[in-house]
T-cell receptor, first 115, second 113 residues
Framework: SQQGEEDPQALSIQEGENATMNCSYK?????LQWYRQNSGRGLVHLIL?????REKHSGRLRVTLDTSKKSSSLLITASRAADTASYFC???????????????FGKGTKLSVKP | NAGVTQTPKFQVLKTGQSMTLQCAQD?????MSWYRQDPGMGLRLIHY???????DQGEVPNGYNVSRSTTEDFPLRLLSAAPSQTSVYFC????????????FGPGTRLTVT
């Protein structure tokens, strides 16, 4: 069962442009996390946003959370070729009938940044 | 710190064989978990542990076994490998649970023929 669903599935942009990825989920959450995965590598944590937060920044990353719409977005500004990767959102499974303390991941957005 | 390490990086098994995927972390994390990643499926939780001596099932536990005898190690055993277990396996750890940042290992690519 998938809790978060990313949109779009794939995104191709030019270096310097902004990239926006969206994540929708189905039930109430405690927090939502974003991860990046470079090809053939493990996932790397980017940002965690709690349910009582609306926006969070980290360098060129900006994450928003709208709990009324059950959605989150990840914005990467001034993208670089090195940002080419898959991006996943993850929410705590408890709110989705799963066990407390576990994460449920979406299927990811594949971002390609062309030089 | 090495973080989360996994061995082997690649493995080919024949149907019916058994093997153990190793996972270790040196960050003194209480929570550890195993995921499998299949094309177009995202990550799915296999088993997890909230501390030494405590394990529980995730979303897709069938065909896998785990134990947690120490805080550092969390091996995943395939009891009788099947082609459906061909996947990339990731181990992750964190201080507590999904409420904290997860640290992932580099993965093990398993092929079952």
């Amino acid at each position: 069962s998938q809790q978060g669903e990313e949109d779009p599935q794939a995104l191709s942009i030019q270096e310097g442009e902004n990239a926006t990825m969206n994540c929708s989920y189905k039930t109430s959450i405690n927090n939502l996390q974003w991860y990046r995965q470079n090809s053939g590598r493990g996932l790397v944590h980017l940002i965690l946003i709690r349910s009582n937060e609306r926006e969070k920044h980290s360098g060129r990353l900006r994450v928003t959370l709208d709990t009324s719409k059950k959605s989150s977005s990840l914005l990467i500004t001034a993208s670089r070729a090195a940002d080419t990767a898959s991006y996943f959102c993850a929410t705590d499974a408890e709110a989705y009938g799963g066990s407390q303390g576990n994460l449920i991941f979406g299927k990811g957005t594949k971002l390609s940044v062309k030089p | 710190n090495a973080g989360v390490t996994q061995t082997p990086k690649f493995q080919v098994l024949k149907t019916g064989q058994s093997m153990t995927l190793q996972c270790a972390q040196d960050m003194n994390h209480e929570y550890m978990s195993w995921y499998r990643q299949d094309p177009g499926m995202g990550l799915r939780l296999i088993h997890y542990s909230v501390g030494a001596g405590i394990t529980d099932q995730g979303e897709v536990p069938n065909g896998y076994n785990v134990s947690r005898s120490t805080t550092e190690d969390f091996p995943l055993r395939l009891l009788s490998a099947a082609p459906s277990q061909t996947s990339v396996y990731f181990c992750a750890s964190s201080w507590t649970s999904s409420l904290s940042e997860q640290y992932f290992g580099p993965g093990t690519r398993l092929t079952v023929t």
